[in-house]
Structure formats: C-alpha cells, structure tokens
C-alpha cells in the first residue's frame, strides 16, 4: 500500500460522505516524509490532491512513512501519534481544534 493508495481512500471516503466538508471546514496539508499532500475540507464538495496546499488552515506533519501507515490502518491513533511525537501539527488553533482526533480517524478508517 502507498501513500497515494490511502489518499485515494481517503478522498473516496470524504465523497461517500460530503458532510466532512460542513463538520470540518478547513484546508489540511500532510506532510508525509518528503511527500505533500492537500486535503480540502473547505471548499464543497472536499477534495484531494497530491502536493501542497496553496494556505492550508492546519499542516500535519509525519515524518515516518510507518507512522503515517499506522495511522491510516487504525494501528497508531492521532492523539497516540501526537503525545509520542510523531505527529506535529501547525496552524489555525481553531480549525486544529475542529479536526478532532476522531474526526481524523474517520479520514484515514481503510474500507
């Protein structure tokens, strides 16, 4: 599995779930060891793009792929990741407090 994989997962859970888009309301970029990836959370009906985001609200940041991977299976939980630091996260104190842990679970959840 790739990280282009589970942004791809990712971007067919935001479509078979449009409301993430009202719940959330912001621009995310991860950055996942030396790849940028932008997920839009702001602009309906939500999107996904490889490369970074033009203003992101909040840049989540993994330096290990593993990490991320973890993350993305339900291995590793976001709080979990971010007490260890291996999560960092910048940005818009409000919108990362709308990106609730479980709402980036919801995200990453593989189908």
């Known amino acids: 599995m790739s990280t282009k994989d ?3 997962q990712i971007a067919a ?3 078979a779930d449009p409301s993430l888009v009202e719940k959330i309301k ?3 970029q991860f950055n996942v060891g030396d790849e ?3 997920v839009d959370l702001k602009t309906a009906p939500g999107s ?3 490369g970074p985001a033009d203003k992101p609200d909040v840049t989540l940041t993994l330096p290990a792929r593993e990490d991320f991977f973890a993350m993305a299976t339900g291995k590793l939980n976001g709080q979990q990741a971010f007490m260890q630091g291996k999560l960092k996260i910048a940005g818009s104190i409000l919108t990362i407090f709308s990106l609730s842990f479980q ?3 919801i ?3 593989l189908h």
Request: aromatic share 20%; charged share 20%.
């Open 6 to 8: 589970i942004f791809g």
């Open 13 to 15: 859970n935001i479509k």
């Open 26 to 28: 912001g621009v995310y």
């Open 36 to 38: 940028k990836w932008t």
């Open 48 to 50: 996904v793009k490889e």
């Open 103 to 105: 709402i980036l679970s």
């Open 107 to 109: 995200l990453f959840i």
